[in-house]
């Protein structure tokens, strides 16, 4: 017994030996000479398309701000990594703060995943800049000090497409059929839907909750035709929204299809011809906006397809940080929350300048709806959407889409 | 027959030493201590699964949802009882999980095999459905949130060591529990159920509660896994509970090795580093994971530690066989042990009246009734196909009777299952050997001994400490002639040394009457002597009802003989009065050639060549020697009938003819050519067209 | 009114029930013929779409459904040679085991080949809308699936009950032993089930990819159903699967139209209610390694 043991430590003392030899891209050991960021996004899984434009955006960002000496001189040391889910995204983050000495946290698109990463952030005292994840909860009932919400909540996307409805006078008086994702991303899409309903006299007349793994939407889209409604509206989210909208051109029905929640890449995957209705983004590449379409540019050069809208947000908040940085000449925490706090405004290569809402760190910025080009005048599989004009109206406050504190009341716990 | 004290006590050591060491293996892999903490916890979790798994044999592909539900309710409890605390909620979310297991348990163990793991996939999917949409409870797909670790006296479990300490005494603790279980006589059982279930509950054991039983406590090991995993995140989400997760665990557990305590432990650990490093080297881990994965279900099902123990005995070869068969001492003519003699018994031990059982259209038995009286051996003849096998299965309680009754000591036993009618006092040999192959001949006995005791439920006493069992065990197979060898393994004995091994196992039951189906099928001459005359030293003290088709012989020794033909009994008489009736000899050797149609021609069939010759030729079942140099010819337009009594060959000599058995020696030529070597093919298929009994036709 | 919303539900059911059984069918046969339960069904889904979803870019729709089932069912007969046929004899834990592990592999070969982003492939103009069969709504291209579904179906029968290939496989399906001793060689007939039911599964693949979502996880959405419709309908029996997936398809249509919330569990539920009541499922035989 005593030599098998004793073979055994032999043995493990050989493989530590050899595999600390091979070198761990990881291992940083917090040097000095760089600023380590860490960033996770789904690379697998249902969210992994988006993800990985995600991480394509962040990537071109850090080249771009290293090539141009970097933050406070030093150069940035990019971590990025799948967060697969919420447990495994909780247990990188907190690593990449203990032992790769990551000064912030970036990215996530899964709310879920991004709420576990806001919780190790306010452990650990690191600012977390959440890009990609909509939940209204993330900024309300669950928000902490130390985390900033860069992408549009839900309120704003249902907003943005509901101004755009008012417009075409699809509202007042109309009635609304629902189909809604059942779980809470999608109750949440369905209680910013039926306040903007409330406040602008349409009828909900129907709503299907649909679990997340339906694949075949058959039977709703019989309900849908039993009701005969003047609208359907779509809160599903990720591949659900593709593959009803595939299913909803199969059937041919009439009623104009409009959705609250839509990744662009989703849009893509429907297929030419096969999309319609009116959606909201936050952003798209073809905005006609200078510094946007040379971000587009060069990412197609490098990359040989157009950003998706993830890309963009990704790349546009690392350069946010950078600034951040820059400006204050600090990486220190509490700086660069009283930085942001200040209500800072960016250039975030849109029309109107952003900032960061200092009650619950929202980015207060335009949001966009789009209607679907027809298929014979698509020019590529990506000349798809066509962009309406920004939400809120340029001479309306940037905050008037956004929900109100007694909307979505956030108490910042310190 | 004990197990050395290091034995015992070294995955224990090396669980502590592993544990210790952990922390510093991750930090120069580059890995933080939170990694360390998910890998012991999986760990448990995967030990857990494997009580199941690989030593009970019930493959759970729904193990997924203890670990959630054990997270969820941890999460719950402290969440709304015990704010701040975690041993309380952790304690509570273990009954949780066990009540909820039992309830399932009782549900789904119903079934066996492959459909039994269906019903836990489908459980696993059930789950993770329920877990993401009933929100209001689970959180949904944001997970239960806000979870606290609190703390032990002044030190807060915040801190990664803090909690790795703590997930690490759990760890261990529960590895004790689980080697204490799995040295218990309860463990012990667990795989006797995983080697073979039917036996083991005729001998007596409610399988069906073992099954339950080990059901409950895996999951509840595992549920403790998911509550301590939901602290360390401070969160629990549906993924714990989700199809791919379950899919992981049972990867953990086939990877590292199911046949060990700690295998599955190391197959967590190879997991979670896997997972880890790959996933920061590239995007593509998974796949790697699931080559790897593969590769080993194709070329090492025992995992790791297989490939551990293989390279092991290269350097270390287990001890050669044949000197270890050469230690058997043969002791002859042994009294019958005191402690299996049953208490004294007079006047008609069993008796079975009226008993008929059909299967489908088919009377197997009809009216049939037997009485067995104490100090008799009593034979139950018959040609093929008479029942005896059948009326066996009846009594001892494989079927149940569609009529009639069966009476052990004035007790009714029918229709009560196979353990309960052996806590009744009745025991039974099989026909074919029925034994736990992968068990020691030693275990294999001792379990039987151990099977009527209340002990065998007990799930924390070490085996050896059971003294009077380990006495007991040493004088029956002293009693059997198979002393010396109790190491070897069942499956691993000659045809004869099973057979008795089947007779000692019904024997150990410690039965008040004891049934033989055929005890000297297949064995050699001074075989048969001894075992005839084992039997007849047992039924000094216990009756014998003994199936046999070594007439001679099984006339000889028994008093009482029962002669069964198509399911009905003929007639019951003393030896002598059977030998000589002369209904008896018809169902034997049949009444009579009946007018053939054509007749056959001598002259021409004596000069044509041999169609088929069949020259010296042997064929084995396994061990049993059962065809010894047969020769045969058949010439073109012979009819030849193959006569003998059972066990005879007779079949088997048309099986090696027709391929579906290979020859072992000899040559077996079909015009001239030779078709021992080729198997099945069409030639041979076109040679000799072969028609079962009726009984093999497929319905198409 | 609430009687004829009910009804297009299941008659809807139905439809989707057709589909159901194409991919169960294939999963049925070779777990009854091998004795390997082929958690790697949905992974030749997936490949069907796949290769549809290429095909049509440069052939159209008609020949990718064509030749995709074809190119899947050449691959099968790898699957059978190299993987499958080890484990015949095997504990059928084994034969879970390794195809667990190769749908997860074929899931990211798929992912690293084609990308994670969903592949977009639409329905051919022809089969564009719905009609109206008497009061009830269809989609003209849910009809069309329906057509192929029931030849491939009337094959399929054909092929089991009246040639003597279907004659062997059956025989093979309750007694192999007596199969060889008649002389017939049974790997022949296993490989080509094998190929017949991942083809099938594949031509499923194809006919759906343009009404869901082509992505390399697309297989662990069908596995599940395709399982529970067999399990329910018995393993063995050619129509023990037919009633089943019909029946899964309705259950599911009129769940949701009662209770919308419990619509994808109930097929759940109504497994563990078909394994209590009647374990071998409907229409199963009795397959003794499986117990």
Known sequence: MQRYTRRRLLKSGAALAGLSALGFPAISYGQSDKITIGHLTPLTGFLGAIGSYAQLGVKLAAEELNQSGGILGKQINLISEDSVNPATASTKAQRMIEQDRAVVLLGEISSASALTIMQVAQRNKKVFFSTG???????????????????????????????????????????????????IFGHDLLNAAKRFFAAHDANLIGDELIATDVTDFSPYLLKVRQAKPDVVCCNLAGNQVTTLVKQYAEFGFDYPLVGFNLNTADAWAAGPGNLSGTWPTVWYHTLDNPPSKAFVATFIKKYGKPPENHAWIEYVSLKLLAQAMNDTKSTETETLIAYFEKQTQFDIMKARKAYFRNWDHQLIQEAYPFTVKPKDQMKNKWDMLVLGPPVPAPNAPLESIYPTKEQNPCQMKA | MTTSMGAKVRPLLLATLALVALPFLLRALGLSLDTGIWAVALAVAAMG???CIGYTGLVSFGHSTWFGIGAYAAGLIQLHWFPNQIWLPLAL???????????????ILRRRGVYFSLLTLALAALSYTTAFRWSALTGGEDGLGGLKRGSIGTISLD????????????????????????????????????????????QGYPVERYKLAVFVISAVVTGLAGALVAFQNYLVSAEAVSVPFAGELLAMVVIGGMRSMLGPALGALFFVVFRELFSIWTSNWLLWFGLTFVAFVMYSPDGLVGIWHKLMRRFRPLP??????????????????????????????LEVTGVSKHFGGIRAVNDAGIKVAAGEIHALIGPNGAGKTTLFNLISGLYTPDQGTIRLQRRDIHGIGPDAICHQGLARSFQITNLFRGLTIYENLRLSLQARRPMRFNIWRDIDSFAEIHAETAELMKFLGLEGIERIEAGALSYGGQRLVDLGIALGSKPQVLLLDEPLAGLAAAERERVSNLVKNIAAN?????????????????????????????????????????????????KGIPAVEHQRIDAVAGEADPLLRFDRVNTFYGKSHVLNDATLDVREGEIVALLGRNGAGKSTLLKTIAGLVPAASGSIEFQGKDIARCRRRKSRGTASAMCPRAAACSPA | MQLEFLLEQVVNGLVLGGYYLLISLGLSLIFSVGGVVNLAHGAFYALGAYASVEVTQYLGFGPAVVI?????????????????????????????????????????????????????????????????????????????????????????????????????????????????????????????????????????????????????????????????????GGLGSFWGVVIAALLVGVVRGITINYVPAAGEASIYILMFAVLLVRPRGLLGERIEKFE
């Open chain 2, 93 to 107: 979310s273990m009954l949780v999980v066990a009540a909820s297991s039992f309830i399932v348990g009782i549900i």
């Open chain 2, 542 to 590: 216990i009756p014998v009802l003994i199936v046999e088709h070594d007439i001679d012989r099984v006339l000889g020794f028994s008093q009482n003989v029962t002669v069964m033909n198509q399911g009905e009994v003929l007639m019951t008489a003393c030896p002598q009065a059977v030998r000589a009736d002369v209904r008896v000899q018809e169902i034997y050797t049949g």
């Open chain 2, 49 to 51: 699964l494997n009580l």
């Open chain 1, 133 to 183: 994840a909509r939940s209204d909860a993330l900024r309300g009932k669950d928000c902490n000090r130390y985390a900033f919400h860069c992408d549009i909540p839900n309120t704003v996307m249902v907003n943005a497409v509901g101004t755009a409805l008012l417009e075409k006078g699809m509202v007042k008086g109309k009635k609304f059929f629902t189909l809604t994702a059942d779980y």
């Open chain 2, 320 to 349: 050669e066989e044949a000197a270890a068969m050469s230690k058997r001492k043969i002791y002859d003519g042994l009294p019958l042990p005191a402690f299996l003699r049953p208490d004294s018994l007079e006047g008609t031990v």
């Open chain 2, 159 to 202: 801190n990664a060591v803090a909690y790795y300490t703590v997930v690490a005494v759990i760890g261990l603790a529960a590895l004790y529990f689980l080697l204490r279980l799995t040295r218990s006589p309860f463990g012990h059982v667990l795989v006797a159920i995983r080697e073979n279930q039917l036996r083991a509950s005729f």
């Open chain 3, 68 to 232: 995709s089932p074809v190119a899947v069912a050449i691959l099968g007969i790898f699957f059978e040679r190299f993987i499958l046929r080890r484990f015949y004899t095997a504990d059928p834990i084994f034969g879970l085991l390794v195809t667990f592990g190769l749908a997860m592999v074929t899931e990211q070969a798929i992912r690293i080949i084609w990308g994670a982003a969903p592949l977009s492939a639409s329905i051919p103009p022809a089969f564009h809308g719905s009609v109206f069969v008497g009061d009830f709504l269809f989609s003209r291209y849910r009809l069309l699936i329906l057509a192929v579904v029931a030849l491939v179906l009337l094959g399929v029968w054909f092929l089991l009950q009246r040639t003597s290939f279907g004659r062997v496989v059956r025989a093979g399906i309750q007694r192999p032993d007596m199969v060889a001793a008649l002389g017939i060689r049974l790997e022949p007939y296993m490989m080509a089930v094998v190929m017949l039911g991942v083809g099938m599964a594949a031509l499923g693949g194809a006919f759906f990819a343009p009404i869901t979502v082509v992505q390399p996880a697309m297989g662990d959405e069908i596995i599940t159903v395709a399982f529970v419709v067999v399990v329910i």
